[in-house]
């Protein structure tokens, strides 16, 4: 099983920055996806971020410009650089590990981060 731990979490006022990390138990040089997901309350669960095994990002267009995805894969950990943070920001941030299987699809999660941005 891959397990997940985040930290970096906690509270920023707007205009503020954060920087999320997520430590993986095994090499994510073989995961296909690391991506952060967010969810607020009231709010289905939605992708921020993403960054594929070659490196290539994705991003969600409500944060482009601002978040930046990476990920050390010597260290098997991925980074989520949050700049110029919002209110709208606000939301529990869980990292995610994507494998891809023969046409099954494999998602493990961290615990959950808070985010919260004030105005």
């Known amino acids: 099983q891959v397990q997940l731990v985040e930290s970096g979490g906690g509270l920023v006022q707007a205009g503020g920055s954060l920087r999320l990390s997520c430590a993986v138990s095994?090499?994510?040089?073989?995961?296909?996806?690391m991506g952060w997901y967010r969810q607020a309350p009231g709010n289905e669960r939605e992708l921020v971020a993403a960054?594929?095994?070659?490196?290539?990002?994705n991003y969600t267009d409500s944060v482009k410009g601002r978040f930046t995805i990476s990920r050390d894969n010597a260290e098997n950990t991925v980074y989520l650089q949050m700049n110029s943070l919002q209110p709208e920001d606000t939301a529990v941030y869980y990292c995610?590990?994507?494998?891809?299987?023969?046409?099954?699809?494999?998602?493990?999660w961290g615990q959950g981060t808070q985010v919260t941005v004030s105005s």
């Open positions: 995610n590990a994507r494998l891809m299987r023969g046409g099954l699809r494999f998602d493990y």
């Open positions: 095994r090499s994510i040089f073989s995961i296909n996806t």
């Open positions: 960054i594929t095994s070659g490196g290539w990002p």
